[in-house]
């Protein structure tokens, strides 16, 4: 791995893997089945996948997460390359080599915890200590920055040497979605459904009015 080339250590370089499957989603097939006016079932197994896809569109689009799910991610080393703190008082410029200091960004949202930090020392897995780091929270994607002295252990020089496990989310289940947002998932499977896939223009896969909903919460960012 050659130290000198920062593109592996940079944000969004690294994938996000959901540690566990989705088993809920943010509506319901009674509420999508009230919003097209079917009163039956027959068609259940259809509106289950829409909504499915639905839902993906509109995470897609927004970058949210709106259920909250389990994810791993990993670094090579502490630290995104390039990235500015968020907290306030911390400062402005911090250093970015081995005795690192740079914030680490979560680029799933909204950040709801971290599960656990571990990394490779010596080739021993070992756990990060959750008082040497804290969360800086934002809309938009959140910062793990170093607590107390201000700069990240030293991990084994290898890649995906630090394990990251965290949730993200809106909640566990519909409840705690935005109606709003349900709203627009709705609209983008009843697309899907009168259509049945037949779309001249690819543009009109999201209606307006669910593309309107969602950039109320969509993150704005030239990082996927």
């Known amino acids: 791995m050659d130290y000198d080339n920062f593109q592996n250590y940079a944000t969004g370089a690294q994938p996000y893997e959901l540690e566990n499957a989705v088993t809920k989603w943010p509506v319901l097939l009674a509420d999508l089945r009230a919003f097209l006016k079917i009163n039956n079932n027959r068609e259940d197994d259809l509106l289950k996948a829409l909504i499915e896809s639905a839902t993906g569109d509109a995470e897609a ?3 949210k997460d709106f259920i909250t799910k389990d994810y791993i991610t ?8 390039g990235e500015k703190p968020l907290s306030v008082g911390y400062p402005a410029v911090v250093p970015y080599n081995f005795n690192s200091a740079a914030p680490i960004v979560l680029r799933k949202s909204p950040l709801v915890s971290i599960t656990e930090i571990s990394y490779l020392l010596d ?3 070992t756990v990060l200590d959750d008082s040497t780091y804290r969360i800086v929270k934002k809309s938009a994607y959140s910062q793990i920055i170093p607590t107390g002295g201000l700069y990240w252990p030293t991990a084994d020089f290898t890649q995906q040497a630090i394990t990251i496990k965290f949730k993200a989310g809106y909640g566990l289940d519909s409840k705690q979605t935005p109606a709003d947002i349900k709203t627009a998932i709705m609209q983008i499977a009843a697309n899907y459904y009168v259509n049945r ?16 909903i969602l950039n109320r919460y969509t993150i704005r960012s030239m990082v996927p």
């Open 61 to 63: 689009y927004s970058k």
């Open 197 to 212: 896939g037949d779309f001249s223009d690819e543009t009109k896969v999201m209606p307006e009015t669910a593309r309107a």
């Open 123 to 125: 080739d021993v897995v």
């Open 74 to 81: 990993y670094r090579d080393i502490f630290g995104d390359f």
